[in-house]
């Protein structure tokens, strides 16, 4: 593949990007890249950063310095009015589910149709509908975020992040509150997503779910990516 | 758009508690403002219901014609200020002078004849920022060759227009200074909304919404406060004012002057500002929770 | 206690937002009551200057010494709503008369001998209530055996006094009312902060904090705001007062009158009013956020 | 053991409770004790009951029906002045977190101090600063949750809930969003305490927690509770 082909490809390239909360460093030089359709897990213990290289991925917090590009787009010179642009091509599960707490399950997700510009009552009903079907919550339909289990938050923040089929799918901590049935259900559907030609990059401490997949693996410390074994000594022990 | 209006109402309906605080704020806040309106509106009509009272006289010199004095009487209409003008024979003016002095009139019973000249009584216009010139009016009508002499009560008309000019100044500072305390009182009750918000905002934001997703609904909602808050403030006015007018002129305490309701164009203007102030509180605040 | 302080100081600066929309919106409120305050009080005054030209003139029987007059005088002096009386000689009542008259007085210099009986003129008092009895004053006045006659401008004050009452109590009216909205309005903004402050106040009840562990410092909270609140709407008063008032007056436009701003008394009662009405605000809305 | 033993060993006592809502029964008729010093597992998957069990426990909702003991306090009669002391003898790490978003995470831990009645400000100092040690979050004291990673609120939960030394801990996932190392370190934490004489009881999803321990476990079904075998059939597989 030539070095053009490879630029071609990307869809996330970052590049010595570092990002401090005054004095914390929860990002430090970190360079890596995403091609196309790649699923890619992102490790590291508590604290790593993994969360804050989510949310410069879909501009929650911008940069302190380096340079990124999300699919054409350069963050560190986007304006403000292209950033809903970025943010309808990515799909985010947040780690706090970031459901709105005074809207039903079905609202929170049908939200996201209607921002995408949806129109149709009927087909953001159906849609919502059977995504709420795929996550295992389609009694919960009628509840407040509140009133939901940990599990059924999370599997609602799954169903949100899925329902406006984005390019890319952002998945921090996917499973944390998900027992093993409920886990293995979301996960099929980040893999449906990958298949349908869908980017996904997931955060994880769970070690189990790197074993199981064959993915590529980035590991972070304090904010530095550091290589494969060292880090995997720390997660296996 | 009616997209927009749909959301603006589901909002509406999912923050009734906050929503609900909000009108019942700009509710009283208008009530305020209306009331004050009210009674100022009613003061300054009663101030021109009594002055007319108030009147000032030109003597006529001896010669002076009914006729001629009739055509004076018709320029003096004309005069910015002047109401109605009505001529008085000096038989007339004795028998109101007699009935003035009441007891003291015996005094006058000693006269052989009718000192008094005919002349023109001036009314003064209800409209009491162009008789703030009395004595102009006076000097006026001093300079007819008809006129022999003018006579008003000038110190009382003085104080009188002190008074009013006085009222009419401070009025009017008030009004202004208590309706932009209100507009920020009613800026400040949607900006603890927004606050109370700003999550489901930000939240609503950071899966793609645009600003005008956002806004439009949110200014839609402040308009609707507005409105609905006005009409419910001038409600609340127009019940107190039917449940309370009657108690409070118990015959005869202001048999000349009927209290009034506010005139349709400032319920109106009312309605209007309500809906402009809840516009622009949701304006100011909002740029707070839209900021990256 | 000191514990409680302690807790509601750092509430206050960790809710610093919230507190500074809510104690400016309660400064709003105050300025407003107060400014309305200002306004009826001066203008109570003013009317109670203005009323120092009306007077009760009292004629005495031709046979009525200069002492009994003054003992009369003495005596009337004492009945609620009278100021003061003076003796007025018949010479002196001319002379008064012909002022009065202006150019119409030359019909009183035919008279060959003065018909004018001497009189006591009383001065209502300053205090309208009383006065508001003018007739029963007059009448009273007229069945000393000395009196012959009473005279006063009966159409004029009660003209008057019909404005005065009609002002007084839609005045009463007017501040009961805007009063209790300015309550409301108070009551709403600290319900809204509530709101605002409820999860913390759940999660503090869940680790196991007592009513009076979350209730006290929300309740000095309250205080304080209202305290701070009262007295920047005070501030804002008294600076728009002496920033305003040097161009309301211009020179003779109220010569004789002189606006004052509020009493002391006034000043401590809005601010006590303005506290009690922050802690009355915290206990309608604390309920709601304290249920289980 | 005769049975008035057994009455004075038990710290929580379940008998026929059930808690729906609505429509939804998140319980129904759990009967189950605990003894003092007991350190125990609820497990079950998604939406079982085993928060809103916890919920019950520290009063955060009141029972539908049955009857509910807890050190010698019967749930089903408490005062709404009683509730305050039965909170006090408990600590709970809530699922969600419940930290205070305004407050830093010293005083979010100093709260529990301060609400149970130490008036000392440098003991309540000492003692925070000592657990805020132990969860590994000695650097994040005067940070404000908003601004945590996931790991670090969890483990700012769990100082919260330690930092009374509570008779009675409830623990609801402790582990979910913690790394291998940073679950071990707040297991120890939770171990100590029972070797304390605190009465453990922690819910999860997590399958190695249940066999890294020989603790008892009550699994839960739709509100139901059903046997070990069934269940762990359910969890292993
Ligand atoms: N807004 C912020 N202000 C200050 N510090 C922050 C902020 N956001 C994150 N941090 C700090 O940056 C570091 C990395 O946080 P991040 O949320 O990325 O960790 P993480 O890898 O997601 O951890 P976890 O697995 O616990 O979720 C943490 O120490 C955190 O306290
Ligand atoms: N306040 C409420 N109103 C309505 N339903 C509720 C409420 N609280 C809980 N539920 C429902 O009760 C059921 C049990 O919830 P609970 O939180 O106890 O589950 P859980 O076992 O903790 O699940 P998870 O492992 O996902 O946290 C869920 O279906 C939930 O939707
Ligand atoms: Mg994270
Ligand atoms: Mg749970």
Redesign the pocket.
């Known amino acids: 593949m030539n070095a053009i082909d490879a630029l071609d490809n990307q869809i996330i390239r970052f590049h010595g990007v570092t990002k401090h ?2 004095e ?4 430090r030089d970190l360079t890596f890249e995403v091609r196309k359709n790649d699923f890619l897990f992102i490790t ?10 989510i ?1 410069l991925l879909y501009m929650g ?1 911008r940069m302190s310095d380096g340079y990124a590009i999300i699919d054409g787009m350069n963050l560190a010179r986007i304006g403000r009015r292209q950033i809903p642009q970025l943010r309808r091509k990515i799909g985010v599960i947040f ?1 706090d589910f970031k459901l709105i707490a005074n809207r039903t399950v079905f609202q929170n997700v049908a939200l996201v149709m209607e921002v995408a510009g949806f129109k149709s009552r009927s087909v953001i009903r159906q849609r919502v509908e059977d995504l709420l079907e795929l996550v295992g919550l389609p009694h919960q339909a009628d509840a407040y975020p509140p009133t939901l289990s940990g599990g059924e938050k999370q599997r609602a923040a799954v169903a949100r992040a899925m329902v406006g089929k984005p390019r890319i799918i952002l998945a ?2 996917p499973t944390a509150s998900l027992d093993p049935d409920a886990s293995e259900r979301v996960l099929q559907l980040l893999r449906a997503a990958h298949a349908r030609g869908a980017t996904v990059l997931i ?1 994880t ?1 769970d070690t189990r779910l790197l074993s199981r997949f064959d993915a590529r693996v980035i590991y ?1 410390e304090s ?1 530095r990516r550091v290589d494969g074994p060292a880090a995997a000594e720390n997660v296996n022990d | 758009m009616i997209d927009v209006c749909r959301r603006a109402l589901s909002d509406f309906y999912r923050h009734r508690y906050l929503h609900g605080v909000c009108l019942f704020t700009i509710a009283l806040s208008v009530f305020i403002i209306s009331a004050f309106a009210l009674f100022f509106i009613n003061a300054g009509e009663l101030m021109g219901a009594w002055q007319q009272g108030i009147r000032i006289t030109a003597y006529l010199k001896p010669d002076v014609t009914k006729k001629q004095a009739a055509e004076l009487a018709t320029d003096i209409e004309q005069y910015a200020g002047v109401a109605s003008v009505s001529y008085v024979s000096g038989k007339e003016g004795l028998a109101w002078l007699k009935e003035q002095l009441g007891a003291g009139s015996s005094l006058l019973s000693d006269l052989k004849e009718n000192p008094l000249p005919d002349a023109l009584e001036i009314h003064p216009a209800k409209n009491m920022a162009a008789m703030a010139g009395a004595d102009r009016l006076a000097g006026k009508i001093a300079g007819f060759a008809e006129v022999s002499d003018v006579e008003y009560a000038r110190e009382w008309m003085q104080r009188f227009y002190g008074i009013y000019n006085l009222f009419k100044v401070t009025a009017f500072v008030m009004a202004g200074l208590v309706f932009v305390a209100i507009l920020f009182i009613v800026a400040n009750t949607i900006r603890l909304i927004l606050y109370s918000r700003r999550e489901e905002i930000e939240i609503t934001r950071i899966i793609g919404a645009d600003e005008a997703f956002i806004k439009h609904p949110l200014y839609l909602e402040a308009l609707m406060l507005g409105s609905f808050g006005g009409v419910a403030g001038l409600a609340m006015l127009y019940g107190a004012f039917f449940s309370l007018m009657p108690k409070l002129s118990p015959e005869g305490l202001l048999p000349f002057f009927q209290v009034r309701f506010l005139p349709l164009e400032l319920v109106l203007a009312i309605l209007i500002s309500s809906m402009f102030v809840g516009w622009l509180g949701c304006y100011f605040s909002i740029r707070r929770f839209l900021r990256v």
């Open positions: 909360f005054g914390t460093y929860a990002l590291g213990p508590s604290g790593a950063g993994k969360s804050t290289l949310k917090e780690q921090d901590e955060t401490h972070l904010g």
